[in-house]
């Protein structure tokens, strides 16, 4: 289900399915660690292809907080060419993340990102930027990729990497933030990985201050 509010959580999303006389197995809304937004859809796991091929046909279209829904099959992306470093990773459907996290499904959206102290990463000085990345395929490819330049460290997120406004772009001017789970972790990864050589240039790791 796309299409929809940065804001929208779960509780906003069920009414509607039984509403129009959906059972439904899971909704999962993945969001952004760093705003506490969602990408503006979700994933709804329905009991039947039938089920699903009807709601297709129900509530596409139908008005949520303002925009019209856009609901359709949730279908596995085919990986492109090969990258250096990168060859086993494929874009796939939204993995669970099976951390545990504060429990802001039912509180409004202003108390929850209280509740999930944004910030916190920063002030504790345990959040990178990286730079030096080459655009990424996808943003679940991204997450990926990064989390694999990170491995043996303890990373608690890892946000979307981002491409600066200039003109002509560069081939690895892309950025992102990496959050660690503490700070001496953080200390750590960026004396490792800073000036590292990937894919033809030099990563850049430092902490965001």
Same mark, same amino acid.
């Given at each position: 289900?796309?299409?929809?509010?940065?804001?929208? *959580?779960?509780?906003? %999303?069920?009414?509607?399915?039984? +509403?129009?006389?959906?059972?439904? !197995?899971?909704?999962?809304?993945?969001?952004?660690?760093?705003?506490?937004?969602?990408?503006?859809?979700?994933?709804?796991?329905?009991?039947? @292809?039938?089920?699903?091929? =009807?709601?297709?046909? *129900?509530?596409?279209?139908?008005?949520?907080?303002?925009?019209?829904?856009?609901?359709?099959?949730?279908? +596995?992306?085919?990986?492109?060419?090969?990258?250096? +470093?990168?060859?086993?990773?494929?874009?796939? =459907?939204?993995? =669970?993340?099976?951390?545990?996290?504060?429990?802001? =499904?039912?509180?409004?959206?202003? !108390?929850?990102?209280?509740?999930?102290?944004? @910030? #916190?990463? !920063?002030?504790?000085?345990?959040? @990178?930027?990286? /730079?030096? @990345?080459?655009?990424?395929?996808?943003?679940?490819?991204?997450?990926?990729? !990064?989390?694999? %330049?990170?491995?043996?460290?303890?990373?608690?997120?890892?946000?979307?990497?981002?491409?600066?406004?200039?003109?002509?772009?560069?081939?690895?001017?892309?950025?992102?933030?990496?959050?660690?789970?503490?700070?001496?972790? #953080?200390?750590? #990864? #960026? /004396?490792?990985?800073? /000036?590292?050589?990937?894919?033809?240039?030099?990563?850049?790791?430092?902490?965001?201050?």
């Amino acid at each position: 289900m796309g299409n929809m509010a940065y804001t929208a *959580h779960r509780a906003g %999303i069920e009414p509607i399915l039984f +509403q129009e006389g959906f059972q439904f !197995i899971n909704i999962e809304i993945p969001s952004d660690p760093f705003t506490s937004r969602n990408p503006s859809h979700c994933f709804v796991d329905l009991p039947s @292809l039938e089920d699903a091929e =009807r709601a297709m046909r *129900h509530l596409s279209g139908q008005p949520f907080q303002g925009r019209p829904l856009e609901v359709k099959p949730c279908v +596995q992306k085919r990986p492109r060419a090969p990258r250096s +470093q990168s060859d086993e990773l494929q874009s796939m =459907r939204w993995q =669970r993340d099976t951390r545990e996290r504060p429990n802001t =499904r039912h509180l409004p959206p202003a !108390i929850g990102m209280w509740a999930t102290d944004l @910030l #916190a990463p !920063i002030k504790e000085g345990r959040r @990178l930027f990286v /730079g030096g @990345l080459s655009k990424p395929i996808d943003n679940h490819s991204s997450d990926l990729e !990064i989390r694999r %330049i990170f491995e043996g460290f303890q990373v608690e997120a890892v946000s979307k990497a981002k491409r600066p406004e200039r003109d002509p772009p560069l081939e690895h001017d892309c950025y992102a933030f990496v959050d660690l789970s503490t700070y001496d972790e #953080a200390q750590r #990864a #960026a /004396g490792q990985l800073h /000036g590292m050589e990937l894919w033809g240039g030099k990563l850049t790791v430092k902490t965001l201050e």
